[in-house]
């Protein structure tokens, strides 16, 4: 039987989203905005975990990024920490990893029940439903897009970068430029079945958010599997060459060597990064390497906790343990 919200779905099939013209003036800024990371390792208030979900609150409008690994976490650090997400109609899944989409159906069953239309529209890069071998450890999206649309949500897939909202942008799969090879656990890499045939699963989908403000762009990322460099340039090419004010979320540099975090800390000098949150798999000692060699100082590069958050105006706020 399905589920009673059926119904309330739009469409049940993906949409392909049409790119908008990128000039500033059609587009243009992001004058308030605000960044909360509900689901990561590190926690002095809620629950830490293996995973990543961050709110965005942007000029009135409020996207979930990402949805945490195990199904109540979010749901947990969000009540704990006073975070209405029963007005929240729309959320991004950077990619297909369980750590970022394991709370999307337990988030949508529980809050569909106040507010109907809360987390019905998700957006994903193309790539995320192509198919991969069975993980014991989080259930494939192709299973996932059905038990979504069975609770009335509407997946929306992007092959480019594309304007969500004004001054709000989603990038689709960012184009691997530069050398980071930022997939892979202990050296197994799997394979993803592509329309040219099956290849190294290097999660083409990985895709983030960037938002455009006066102050220069605000990017937000899962675990940046294409790169933090390929992902920040890429940004500044598809909306506006414009410095990054702040990256915020996980960078996947848990294993970077010394030498690659030097590449890397020089490379963000050159695209004027101000403000960097490291939290998930970007790894402790990776936010202190990129701290040093990049020049920030503590109030300006931390590593990511449970309620912590970054402001325009105000900057970050690292609540206790990682001030």
């Known amino acids: 039987m399905k589920h009673p919200l059926r119904a309330l779905a739009v469409l049940p099939f993906i949409l392909v989203a049409t790119p908008v013209a990128h000039s500033q003036s059609e587009t243009g800024v992001v004058d308030s905005l605000k960044v909360t990371i509900l689901s990561t390792m590190l926690a002095d208030r809620g629950i830490g975990e293996w995973g990543f979900s961050a709110l965005i609150e942007a000029d009135g409008h409020r996207i979930l990024f990402d949805t945490g690994a195990r199904p109540k976490t979010v749901l947990q650090n ?70 979504y649309a069975d609770l009335g949500g509407e997946f929306i897939e992007h092959d480019k970068p594309t304007q969500i909202h004004p001054g709000i942008w989603v990038t689709g799969p960012v184009p691997r430029i530069h050398v980071e090879r930022n997939w892979g656990m202990g050296g197994k890499v799997g394979q993803v079945q592509t329309p040219a045939g099956p290849t190294e699963d290097n999660i083409p989908e990985s895709m983030s958010l960037v938002i455009d403000t006066r102050q220069g762009l605000v990017v937000i990322s899962g675990c940046g599997h294409a790169g933090i460099i390929n992902t920040l340039e890429y940004a500044r090419k598809s909306v506006r060459q414009a410095p990054i ?17 030097e590449w890397t800390a020089s490379k963000l000098g050159e695209v004027g990064l101000r403000n960097f949150i490291g939290a998930h798999c970007t790894g402790i000692e990776a936010v202190y390497q990129i701290r040093a060699l990049t020049g920030l100082g503590r109030k300006t590069a931390v590593v990511g906790a449970v309620g912590a958050s970054f402001s325009l105006g105000d900057g970050i706020d690292p609540l206790m343990l990682a001030r």
């Not at 975070?83 to 569909?112: F, Q, Y």
């Not at 993980?135 to 059905?146: C, I, L």
Request: proline letters at 3%; a neutral charge; charged letters at 20%.
């Open 245 to 261: 004010h702040a990256a915020v979320g996980g960078f996947h540099l848990l294993n970077a060597t010394d030498s690659h975090l």
């Open 78 to 147: 969000a009540t704990e920490l006073g975070v209405d997400l029963t007005n929240v109609p729309e959320l991004i899944l950077s990619h297909n990893h369980g750590d970022h989409t394991g709370g999307l159906l337990s988030l949508r069953r529980e809050i569909a029940k106040q507010a109907s239309d809360a987390l019905s529209r998700a957006h994903v890069g193309r790539g995320i439903f192509w198919a991969r071998p069975p993980n014991r450890r989080w259930q494939a999206m192709s299973e996932v897009k059905t038990d």
